[in-house]
């Protein structure tokens, strides 16, 4: 995940306004993450590889947070092109 602070999804911390958003995607792939760290896995990026399959195909290939969200909003409006499964578009409706 990319994100101003240069910060993996495996280090993410989720900040307040995360939890205010409608983000299943984000809330998953921290479960996982908090599983794996839980059961001492030394490449928890590697095995969280294992998952972005089923992941990407319920929801999207990049998985928003309320930073990235906020700065694509700030760009408004906005035109979709080829949206997939509009999870973005959905998450970016909560702001």
């Not at 602070?5 to 995607?25: A, H, M, W």
């Not at 929801?59 to 700065?71: D, H, Q, V």
Request: glycine share 6%; hydrophobic share 40%; with cysteine.
């Amino acid at each position: 995940m990319g994100n101003k602070t240069g910060v993996s999804i495996v280090e993410y911390k989720l900040q307040f306004d995360d939890e205010r958003i409608y983000n299943p995607y984000l809330l998953d792939v921290m479960r996982i993450v908090e599983r794996l760290q839980a059961e001492n896995h030394e490449d928890v990026s590697h095995r969280l590889l294992e998952h972005r399959t089923a992941l990407v195909s319920k929801y999207s290939f990049s998985i928003p947070t309320c930073e990235s969200l906020r700065c694509i909003a700030a760009h408004s409006p906005l035109v979709e092109i080829g949206a997939g499964t509009g999870y973005w578009a959905m998450c970016l409706a909560s702001i």
